[in-house]
């Protein structure tokens, strides 16, 4: 089959923020212990912080990290991970029906964003807590000295703040399942004086609010129009939350999910607009998707309960999984210009793209390239690219683009990238690209994932799946022309 697409420098949708390429660290599972720590592991340093895993992480280039939860924050007394480790007290974590032995904590995990070169994206406990203790947290982290909270924080051996500047608001607050869930009303009261403590403890620090859990609940829309409403003027985002599976195993459906993921973030734009226009307010309140990801294999998987650090959410993830997930990117970064922050749920071993054994090795699950490629090479500002190409039909979707995409352009350093996944499982697809006004741009490297089944997987021993290089497009005139293998992860950049 054949496509088109054309960019201009006039396509800009906007900057992109760096922080659309933030991931997730719960106490959870393997994620934390057994994960990005294991004390007595071969590439453990002093602090029991695994190199391999920061590796892994420095190569994904993951500017920011939301920690600690996720349901775990909603019971999650931080005090009990500050301080000497053996006055640690152990606690049943009610959120995965684990025990949490609190030898790793704040301090800890912000020496490891130290190692990792990434932000920490804080979340307090609005479930069973409240604006005391989260006012208390903001103190102890941000506060230089002189005070009771941040003179603990010194006496712990941390000298300087942490500066924390992102906060979130709790975490899916009008879920059930959520230790302390709350109604529209209360949870908007709660989150409007937390975050105005929060913001008088630390000028300049950012709130997120809790949006909701997911498009699917009943409330969607209205929870977000109330709690907006009333807390509007302390908050600066509003958290959306999606995980998608390949449930019926109907590729083709699954792949065209992100036809509802962009009418989800398009119907969540709107919903802030509309506070905003009732409340004549000059100011934007943008979006954090902060929980996104591909989640379904591992579903049920028996655990011990009240065990530390089972294997939970351990999803394997295969060929189709990492099409969605550079599609889901792709979509996200259409709307760059409202979606400011995304964090890819999990980072490590949790629905994750990195996945250790404990005391073991390493591995790169097949999510992990898409992710690296958008993050390393997709920053500057995004263009919509023009796109002419063939469509079809699934169950829940009509008239989907076989061709997802989007166009990078750091004009900093003279680069582009475009982006494609051609989503036909058996045609090429011959696609040019129209370059308009970028005069002097030639493609200096074709990356693809492609060739492999859609259920191949990676393992310890075999990274089956995995990108390779092709030779470089040939550019005619403005026109490059390239051809994008069936069922294929596609990157095409340019330099000046
Ligand atoms: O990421 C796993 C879980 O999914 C998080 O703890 C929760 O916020 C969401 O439901």
Redesign the pocket.
Known sequence: MKAKITLAKEFRIGDIDKRIYGS?I?H?GRAVYGGIYEPGHPTADENGLRQDVIDLVKKLNVPVVRYP????VSGYNWEDGVGPVENRPKRLDL?WGTTEPNEFGTNEFLEWCKKANTECMMAVNLGTRGPEEARNLVEYCNHPSGTYWSDLRRSHGVENPHNIRLWCLG??MD?G?QMGAKTAVEYGRTALEASKLMKWTSPGIETVLCGS?SRNMSTFGKWEAETLDIAYDSIDYVSL?Q?YGNHDDDVMSFLALTMQLDDFIYSIICTCDYIKARKRSKKTINLSFD?W?V?YHSNNAPFEKWSQAPKL?EDIYNFEDALLVGSMLITLLRHCDRVKIACL??LVN??APIFTQTGGGVFEQTTFFPFMHLSNYGRGSALLPLVDCPKYDCKQFTDVPYLETIATYDEENDEMAIFCVNKSTDESMVLDVNLMDFDGYKPCEFISMDGYHKKDENTFDDIKVKPHNNPVPALDGTTLTVELKPFSWNVIRLKK
Do not use: T
């Open positions: 997730f719960e959870l939860g996720g349901n775990f959120a975490n899916e879920g399942w859990s939350h995980y929980e990801n989640w959410l749920a999990q949790v629905i």
